[in-house]
């Protein structure tokens, strides 16, 4: 196991429990990064006094430094104080969210990290060109999303991926499941937030009423696991304690199954290929509610669909795709678009921007300015 962590995004739900198992494990958090959450991260500075923590925006960068005066923690700011984080320790835990988490990622590889993933839209924006640098420089990326933790726990089995049919990526259905077209429409940002399964921060929240985070987990496990998409299915999982399976040739399943707790996956990311006691509840069976298993509306939840058809598409095509729905979430977020203004958005970007195949960096990122400014 890696002693020493850097923390990227540590301020969102994803890092604030990835600190919680970080204590109760005894690691070392090296680096701690943020937005602009200045509140939030001098009190995890002052509690895990880290060698360094760096604010994305600069304005709370200099704000930290004056909070933090009185103590040897070194506070920097602006995108490259993100990269110098994410090279300071052994592993590195991506919980930023957008494409922000590319840059730092890439550099994290280049310097030979592990990188515990929970940013997917540096897979979703730039698989192929993440896991051709993983290969190159002989970094390991362990998934934290708890469906591809799953999944790569399943496929420890494996002796060739030959053998493996299909992964199944389980999706609970979000608050809106079992709703028509006509009932979601009207439905508020405040519903939409209403997730009965899992905690987790606003836009990842809504991603899941709208199916685009399962979307989004399909190509992030085509990248990851370099199969196509025929080979990865969705299925509506309400209980949310099957996290997802892998089916093999021979008809066999596996499946890995817990309680739905975020802190699970971070923690076998953080001590692969180990396990150990941690904060997590144990499932217990006994109480479970009984499993049932459904197939995704994709009339009601267009999303899904979409993030299929950029996947087909290829090339830049999915780097458009995630930066119109971080966007179009955004605006709903702030209660200045309807529920289904975010495929309607998603779509028209697509439509709009042209798709570069075998895209360098740069092309990527262009792509996603340009599906951005579609969006307003």
Not at 180 to 191: G, K, L
Not at 324 to 351: K, Q, T
Request: hydrophobic share 45%; net charge negative.
């Amino acid at each position: 196991m890696n002693k020493t962590l850097s923390i990227l995004g540590s301020t969102g739900s994803i890092g604030r429990q990835t600190l919680e198992v970080a204590e109760a494990l005894g690691l070392k958090v090296e680096a701690l990064t943020a937005n602009s959450d200045v509140k939030r991260m001098e009190e995890q500075a002052r509690k895990f006094r880290p060698r360094m923590v760096a604010m994305a925006d600069e304005t709370a960068a200099e704000d930290l430094s004056v909070r933090l005066s009185d103590t040897d923690i070194r506070v920097a700011g602006g995108a490259g104080a993100l990269t110098e984080a994410a090279t300071m320790a052994g592993t590195v835990v991506t919980a930023v969210v957008g494409v922000a988490g590319l840059k730092p990622t890439l550099a994290a590889i280049r310097a030979g990290k592990r990188i515990a993933l929970a940013n997917k839209e540096t897979l979703v924006c730039a698989g192929e060109l993440v896991m051709e640098t993983a290969q190159k420089y002989r970094a390991e990326i362990v998934p934290v999303d708890s469906e591809h933790s799953a999944i790569f726990q399943c496929l420890r089995a494996v002796q060739d991926m030959s053998e493996v049919r299909r992964l199944i990526l389980t999706c609970s259905g979000g608050p809106f499941y079992g709703k028509t077209w006509e009932e979601m429409a009207p439905m508020t940002c405040a519903d939409a937030l209403k997730h009965p399964n899992w905690r987790m921060g606003p836009k990842i929240t809504v991603d899941c009423a709208t199916l685009m985070n399962k979307g989004l987990e399909v190509i992030e496990a085509m990248r990851l696991y370099r199969l196509p998409l025929e080979k990865v299915r969705v299925v509506i999982h309400r209980q949310s304690i099957i996290h997802s399976m892998v089916e093999f040739r021979d008809g066999a399943v596996l499946a890995q199954m817990g309680a739905p707790d975020m802190r699970l996956p971070i923690q076998y990311a953080l001590t692969y290929p180990h396990r150990t006691e941690g904060p997590a509840e144990p499932l217990d069976l006994l109480s479970c509610p009984p499993l049932s298993f459904a197939e995704p509306d994709r009339t009601a939840f267009p999303c899904l669909g979409l993030a299929e058809e950029a996947v087909r598409t290829g090339g830049t095509a999915c780097a458009v795709l995630n930066a119109a729905n971080e966007e179009a979430v955004g605006l709903y977020l702030r209660d200045r678009i309807g529920f289904y203004d975010i495929p309607r958005l998603v779509s028209r970007a697509m439509e709009a921007v042209p798709v570069t195949q075998n895209p360098t960096l740069q092309d990527i990122l262009d792509a996603d300015s340009a599906a951005r400014r579609q969006v307003f």
